[in-house]
């Protein structure tokens, strides 16, 4: 997934009122206000009550659903040509309590991010930060969590942390 079909399948549903957040490894890379690496995929999170219409402007639009374990009404992925799209649906009530889906913390859906040279909603970064050490990290995820430390001033847990001398330069 390109940076401009991230930024055309944001302002094309930002245009027919389905509004969403950039999440995972394009939200890293839009709070760093640059492309670090390659995506295969996007995350995006949506509220419930957008759900439905996403879907069928997805559908309308080419994608479909794809096959993949565990899939739920709230986190499942469609793909078009090749191109993967990971839906995370989420509800809060007036008081801002989860109720329905992916549990993304009352907050953490209030950063903002820029993708050639255009703002996203996004995750805010220090929910992102926590979300990509929450988990044995893969290579790309060392990486994102350095970026994301380098910039905003975040400490790297040690599970996160290289050798010293094996730090990356993406920052």
């Not at 949506?46 to 659903?65: C, I, M, N, S, T």
């Not at 847990?157 to 050798?163: G, Q, Y």
Request: proline content about 5%.
């Amino acid at each position: 997934m390109t940076a401009s079909e991230v930024l055309c399948l944001y302002e094309a549903l930002e245009a027919k009122g389905v509004p969403i957040w950039i999440d995972g490894g394009w939200c890293v890379d839009a709070l760093l206000g640059r492309q670090t690496r390659a995506h295969p995929d996007l995350d995006i999170a949506v509220e419930r009550k957008f759900a439905a219409r996403l879907d069928q402007l997805l559908l309308d639009w080419g994608y479909r659903p794809r096959a993949v374990d565990g899939a739920t009404a709230w986190n499942r992925s469609v793909e078009r040509q090749g191109r993967v799209l990971d839906v995370h649906v989420f509800e809060f009530d007036a008081q801002g309590n989860h109720i329905y889906g992916v549990q993304y913390p009352y907050g953490s859906l209030s950063g903002e991010g820029v993708i050639l040279e255009s703002r996203v909603r996004c995750v805010a970064p220090e929910w992102m930060f926590k979300f990509k050490t929450a988990y044995t990290p893969r290579e790309k995820d060392l990486r994102d969590v350095e970026a994301l430390g380098a910039k905003y001033g975040f400490e790297i847990p040690a599970t996160h942390r290289r050798p010293p001398g094996q730090e990356t330069r993406n920052s």
